[in-house]
């Protein structure tokens, strides 16, 4: 137990000292992993890597496919509209 609770603070000091720039998705991936790896066998260190690998990709990939839809919005041509035509009174 008390190897969690040190594990658990030493995240916690790295995460206060990391940017949040470049923590973006691996804090989250960091601490799911730490999590799933200590209940498949006690490997909450590979876990936290994995899961710090893991989540900065989806971020990433996250990331370039807003970055691809705010592109793709500014690039499409805005089409006019044609004024509707009033009916003639008789």
């Given amino acids: 137990m008390t190897r969690i609770s040190l594990l658990g603070l030493c995240i916690l000091a790295l995460a206060g000292a990391a940017p949040a720039v470049q923590a973006k998705g691996c804090l989250k991936g960091a601490a799911v992993g730490a999590v799933g790896g200590h209940v498949a066998g006690h ?10 690998i893991v989540g900065r ?3 990433n990939k996250k990331a370039a496919a807003e970055k691809a839809q705010a592109n793709a919005q500014q690039a499409a041509p805005v089409a006019p509209v044609a004024p509707t ?3 003639a009174k008789p």
Wanted: with cysteine; net charge neutral.
């Fill in 43 to 52: 490997h909450a260190v590979a876990g936290a890597v994995g899961g710090c």
């Fill in 57 to 59: 990709h989806l971020a």
């Fill in 85 to 87: 035509p009033v009916p």
